[in-house]
């Protein structure tokens, strides 16, 4: 069975940078697109950036120019680089794969989830 697993959230000062994981462990033959969501105390869960595994990348309004999102394909992981971070970026921010193979010959499963890391910025 695949899990994301997540790292790198803390407390940060407003204007500070972290630098989120999420890696994907198991035995996989591939994965489609990855990305992050964040949610904050009584609000929806929100997309935050997405990247495909061609490298083609999708940004939320509210952290372009702001936070990166990378991948390394050979490790299954995904990174979040958050800079310029804003007291509105507190929230659990969560990983996301969209598609993923265990095997060629199988058909994709779909939708997993990490189990959340808290990101919270403060002074």
């Known amino acids: 069975q695949v899990q994301l697993v997540e790292s790198g959230g803390g407390l940060v000062q407003p204007g500070g940078s972290l630098r989120l994981s999420c890696a994907a462990s198991g035995s996989i033959f591939s994965i489609n697109a990855m990305g992050w969501y964040r949610q904050a105390p009584g609000k929806q869960r929100e997309l935050v950036a997405t990247?495909?595994?061609?490298?083609?990348?999708n940004y939320a309004d509210s952290v372009k120019g702001r936070f990166t999102i990378s991948r390394d394909n050979a490790k299954n992981t995904v990174y979040l680089q958050m800079n310029s971070l804003k007291p509105e970026d507190t929230a659990v921010y969560y990983c996301?794969?969209?598609?993923?193979?265990?095997?060629?010959?199988?058909?994709?499963?779909?939708?997993?989830w990490g189990q959340g890391t808290q990101v919270t910025v403060s002074s």
């Open positions: 990247i495909t595994s061609g490298g083609s990348t």
């Open positions: 996301h794969v969209d598609q993923m193979r265990y095997r060629w010959y199988e058909p994709p499963k779909y939708d997993y």
